[in-house]
């Protein structure tokens, strides 16, 4: 079955940057588009982006546009979510998931997440 | 941006009991709702999608349903495995995908 697997995470200082990893398996991945979805502590699940199988559409999150990338690489089965100007509300777990459904038809969900890495920003 | 609203906040029930967990969307969101449960320290699993579709794997006891602005999810005989927090989640008008607050199951 697919499985996620994320790391990358760590404190970092306000206004630093961190570059997350996810390595995807089970699953044929350039197939899928995939997720970056974070929780932050004690609080709900907020979505952050989201990359087709052939990268040629991504979307964000209001509260991270300009500051946060999606990238992917499908040779290596792995998605990326390279984070800058890190600010102190970004602190959160950070989840990947696979996304399944029809998403060029508009409608699609996460399916399966991995264990996601943490995230902490000081100020 | 659509605005998905659970209740109760926590819901508490006794083991072999029923649960029922509402979810309302600030317009219509079609069929294209999804629930997941998330236990402390583990990452969502999805349960529901489409509405009522049971996800591979899902007991029978969990049930969906609804359209449009109200949903609603049904957990039969409460097993000591199903206390949790239960999220819904619209996907039909995107992005933002958004989720609800959740819906904190415990026992009582």
């Known amino acids: 079955q697919a499985q996620m697997v994320e790391s990358g995470g760590g404190l970092v200082q306000a206004g630093g940057s961190l570059r997350l990893s996810c390595e995807a398996s089970g699953f044929t991945f350039s197939d899928y588009y995939m997720s970056w979805i974070r929780q932050a502590p004690g609080k709900g699940l907020e979505w952050i982006s989201y990359m087709s199988g052939r990268s040629d559409y991504s979307k964000y999150a209001d509260s991270v546009k300009g500051r946060f990338t999606i990238s992917r690489d499908n040779g290596q089965n792995s998605v990326h979510l390279q984070m800058t100007n890190l600010r102190a509300d970004d602190t959160a777990v950070y989840y990947c998931?696979?996304?399944?459904?029809?998403?060029?038809?508009?409608?699609?969900?996460?399916?399966?997440w991995g264990q996601g890495t943490l995230v902490t920003v000081s100020s | 941006e659509i605005v998905m609203t659970q209740s109760p906040a926590t819901l508490s029930v006794s083991p072999g009991e029923r649960a029922t967990l509402s979810c309302r969307a600030s317009q219509s969101v079609s069929g294209n709702l999804a629930w997941y449960q998330q236990k402390p320290g583990q990452a969502p699993r999805l349960l529901i999608y489409?509405?009522?579709t049971r996800a591979t794997g899902i007991p029978a006891r969990f049930s969906g349903s609804g359209s449009g602005t109200e949903f609603t999810l049904t957990i039969n005989s409460l097993q000591s495995e199903d206390f949790a927090v239960y999220y819904c989640?619209?996907?039909?008008?995107?992005?933002?995908?958004?989720f609800g607050q959740g819906t904190k199951v415990d026992i009582k």
């Open positions: 989640h619209q996907y039909n008008d995107w992005p933002p995908w958004t």
């Open positions: 489409g509405a009522s």
């Open positions: 998931a696979r996304v399944e459904g029809f998403c060029s038809g508009g409608s699609c969900y996460p399916d399966s």
